[in-house]
């Protein structure tokens, strides 16, 4: 699994930005994808993830409402839709894979098993 992740720019708050993750492997549809961000000083948080099978989903609380995780196997592509972004979403995200796992896992902090290089996301106010 090689994700990449892309789409990430600067966007003004109350805006619209999505990002994608593809992997150009065979397995992508048996692995759950989960995004994750960084601000700057802060560490690594859970953002949302989307179940592989049943295409489940999770939200940190913070962004409920206003991200929207969906999945295209047949072009192996995961994406987050950030719909009136604010500033405090500003950060390094990242997309991860876990194999046969669900989304629920990841959003209590099991750790994926390949990571994808990170997109930056700037949010103006």
């Known amino acids: 699994v090689q994700l990449q992740a892309s789409g990430g720019g600067l966007v003004q708050a109350g805006g619209s930005l999505k990002l994608s993750c593809s992997d150009s492997?065979?397995?992508?549809?048996?692995?759950?994808i989960g995004w994750f961000r960084q601000a700057p000083g802060k560490e690594r948080e859970f953002a949302a993830a989307?179940?592989?099978?049943?295409?489940?989903?999770q939200y940190r609380d913070s962004v409920k409402g206003r991200f929207t995780i969906s999945r295209d196997n047949t072009k192996n592509t995961v994406y987050l839709q950030m719909d009136s972004p604010k500033p405090e979403d500003t950060a390094v995200y990242y997309c991860?894979?876990?194999?046969?796992?669900?989304?629920?896992?990841?959003?209590?902090?099991?750790?994926?098993?390949?990571w994808g290089q990170g997109t930056l996301v700037t949010v103006s106010s």
């Open positions: 991860a894979a876990k194999r046969f796992s669900t989304a629920q896992v990841l959003a209590m902090g099991v750790r994926p098993d390949y």
């Open positions: 492997g065979s397995t992508f549809s048996s692995y759950t």
């Open positions: 989307i179940s592989w099978g049943s295409g489940g989903t």
